[in-house]
């Protein structure tokens, strides 16, 4: 596996900080389900701190899409921080930054949600 995450809880925000590189399925299975769990359990307002994530491909961003997706469905949205280096690049190569909403650091990404409304 060659992706690693950590959690933290911020209110109704939830922060996984992901670290490695996501290039297969499997890759992410694990962390996915352990994503969607949390979206079960009303944390549906999302924000992956990207910092340490250095490659992603396909299967990365199709995580990123349902993730996405799932949480706007419940009400919430995602987040994306600290974007930078091959994996903005892929964002910007396949016009992503205009899906999402990307911040430059993990407090400003919580406080989106916390001047939502």
Known sequence: MNLDYDIEIHNLVIVYSLMGKITSDADYLDFEKEVFNHLNQNYYRIVFNLTDLTHTNSSGIGFFMRTLTKSRIMGGDLVLT??????EKIFEIAKLTEVYTICENEAEGIEFFNTKK
């Open 82 to 87: 600290n974007i930078s280096g091959n994996v």
